[in-house]
């Protein structure tokens, strides 16, 4: 077990603390197997370990690397607390687990088990237990754990599905560790190769394909090409292909075949087809655009328009979003969803890493792609997945961003004059010549007109009309004093941002509830939505949809809140329901929440609910908030800590 990132820095270590003299860069190459850059690479990684406890690997002129210790004492408690804990490193059952799966995929003969016993440090019933669950884990591979009397345990099966356990039971996908270089694991793994020769060939001869712009999917290419090399030099090769190789364009094909020939000649191995077939199969995966469309494809980019469409227009149907002429989010989005249907023609779904920090830190835009891709993917013979679901949510999420950069929303305004469209013409042209940046003057009526006029959607009134009173603000301006009168918009436009409505105002003691003692979740969301029935403000279906939506994936966004929502926007009236359940409520998957809030929200306020989930995603980061409403589940208390937000 490395008492280090990963074996060769062990090895490379004791190397210089047992060797008096200075060793040139040749005799460590040839020592490691390793390229110059790869020593150099690795001998950076050491120092920055060793900076913190008293000693440095300095390159002497002429002569070659030494070990320097300028504090003895500090160097060698280290290196004993480091050998130590080597015996102590695998301190939880996964760590344990974890390491056993990796020696089995990375011994190149079977193990016995008083091997596993040493290195685990671990009794044989526990080891047994250990095996169970990594069989388990292996099952969805068609992969098994045998155990050959007097010979020892190793895995068996395909070698394509050996590489697809590796790569996702035990290649973390971190996203911070994983895309700015090789983690620990795959260092680990990749111990017989070369790295940095590979990604320098891979640089250098698939430039370009453009590679880079995606850090995540570049890196997934990167990470099986060494995987591949690492498992062939190891003698692990692939004899066959389970999946659907398939055929490059000509361009990709040509670079591929030059990158083929430099990896032989580099690496001093054969790459056999069957190995250069899984190095396409891979690349195809995670760069689509690459691949020749199967003819019963060919309509791709026709069938990703209209799914596009068919999502933008029905956020827009079911929100206040209007991003049917967004083109960067448009072509965006086209370009993803083509590369997905390729994908699904290979077979090949991929997962997210990022899916729940998605669901976390954007769940209205998941939300969005969640409400409508499930039907759009069956009107179009296709399955989005929830990690892929994720992918097109980052889309609507710089979507949501670039809004939000925007000027900040118009307001919708009714203009009212009796005295003939003309007039109602000079005054509105009069209105928007100063405000025309602040509001957006959507109809000109007649005092008769507006009496028939639905205001739902409406911010304020401007009038040249005395009006008694109007369920929502308004302004008089006389047409005598018509331009003295519009200047008093100003005054009116603070008064009325001043008392306009807050994410505060959402929440109403009426709507706010304390769940102590046992409580199931349906019985919760039940009481939730009658209550709001009971006011008016949510329809007699509301229930009903909340639980249609949690059907589909159910709405905690960690382990500690909940946001349950409708399948639709069927509020009459905007409220944020609350729930503080101090002994938690089972949300399913074995998750508690402490804090639901229920949405209750017509489509429309529903431009604004950005707002309310920035509100609880700081919340989600208050554990003193958090901590002070469970002591004080009241309303009064409750609304106290969120203003502190």
């Not at 388990?136 to 020892?152: A, F, H, M």
């Not at 590979?198 to 001869?205: A, C, I, K, R, S």
């Not at 209007?322 to 077979?347: C, R, V, Y």
């Not at 706010?512 to 003692?517: K, S």
Request: aromatic share 10%; charged share 25%.
């Amino acid at each position: 077990m490395s008492k280090l990132s990963y074996q060769r820095l062990d090895e490379l270590l004791e190397h210089f603390i047992q060797q008096p003299n200075p060793t040139p860069m040749k005799e460590l190459t040839a020592a490691f197997a390793v390229s110059d850059r790869t020593i150099r690479t690795d001998i950076t990684n050491l120092n920055d370990t060793l900076k913190n406890v008293g000693a440095v690997v300095s390159l002497i002129r002429g002569k070659g690397y030494l070990l320097a210790v300028n504090n003895q004492a500090v160097f060698e408690e280290w290196w004993k607390e480091s050998t130590d804990s080597v015996e102590t490193s695998l301190a939880s059952t996964e760590e344990r687990q974890h390491y056993l799966l990796f020696t089995l995929f990375k011994a190149t003969e079977p193990l016995n088990l008083d091997a596993f016993l040493d290195q685990l440090y671990v009794s044989k019933n526990t080891f047994y237990s250990y095996l169970k669950t990594i069989r388990d884990q292996l099952l969805p591979y068609g992969l098994k754990i045998v155990n050959r009397p007097n010979i020892g345990f190793e895995v068996v099966g395909n070698e394509f599905a050996k590489r697809q356990a590796i790569s996702d039971l035990l290649i973390g996908k971190d996203l911070q560790e994983y895309l700015i270089g090789f983690t620990e694991t795959e260092l680990a793994l990749f111990d017989n190769i070369d790295l940095s020769l590979l990604q320098e060939l891979e640089l250098t001869y698939l430039t370009p394909l453009d590679l880079l712009e995606s850090d995540y999917y570049h890196k997934n290419i990167l990470s099986h090409f060494a995987l591949a090399l690492s498992r062939l030099i190891d003698g692990k090769s692939i004899s066959e292909m389970p999946v659907k190789i398939p055929q490059l364009k000509k361009n990709a094909q040509q670079l591929m075949q030059q990158f083929f020939t430099k990896l032989e000649e580099s690496f001093e191995s054969q790459l056999p087809q069957e190995e250069q077939d899984y190095l396409i199969y891979y690349l195809s995966v995670n760069a689509p655009r690459f691949v020749v469309s199967d003819p019963a494809i060919i309509q791709s980019e026709s069938i990703a328009d209209e799914i596009v469409e068919d999502l933008l227009q029905g956020i827009k149907h079911t929100s206040n979003y209007d991003w049917t002429q967004d083109a960067i989010l448009i072509k965006d989005l086209t370009s993803h969803i083509e590369g997905f249907i390729h994908m699904n023609s290979l077979d090949a779904g991929h997962s997210n890493p990022l899916l729940e920090t998605i669901k976390q830190s954007f769940p209205l835009a998941y939300d969005l792609c969640l409400t409508h891709l499930e039907s759009i993917g069956t009107a179009h013979g296709l399955y989005f997945s929830e990690d892929e679901m994720g992918y097109i949510a980052l889309h609507i999420a710089g979507a949501l961003e670039r809004s939000s950069m925007l000027e900040n929303r118009k307001y919708k305004v009714i203009l009212v004059c009796g005295t003939g469209r003309a007039m109602s013409r000079i005054i509105e042209a009069k209105i928007n010549k100063r405000y025309q940046d602040k509001f957006e003057i959507v109809e000109r009526l007649s005092y008769v007109e507006l009496q028939q006029q639905p205001l739902a959607t409406i911010d304020f009134v401007i009038t040249t009309i005395p009006l008694d009173q109007l369920e929502i603000p308004f302004i008089y301006i006389r047409m005598g004093q018509l331009d003295k009168d519009i200047e008093k918009i100003d005054q009116f436009l603070t008064a009325f941002e001043t008392h306009a409505s807050t994410v505060m105002d959402l929440f109403q003691e009426d709507a706010f509830h304390l769940f102590e003692g046992v409580v199931t979740k349906e019985a919760l969301l039940k009481t939730m939505c009658a209550s709001l029935e009971e006011k008016g403000l949510v329809p007699a279906e509301f229930y009903a949809s909340i639980l249609a939506r949690e059907a589909i994936s159910q709405t905690n966004i960690n382990q500690l809140i909940a946001i349950p929502h409708p399948m639709s926007l069927l509020a009459n009236h905007s409220r944020l329901s609350v729930a503080i359940v101090p002994d938690g409520v089972d949300w399913g998957n074995q998750e508690t929440v402490q804090f639901v809030f229920l949405f209750a929200i017509t489509k429309e306020d529903y431009e604004d609910t950005g707002d309310i989930y920035s509100l609880l995603l700081d919340f989600m980061e208050r554990t003193d908030l958090q901590q002070a409403i469970l002591s004080n589940p009241s309303f009064e208390g409750f609304l106290a800590q969120f203003k502190e937000l």
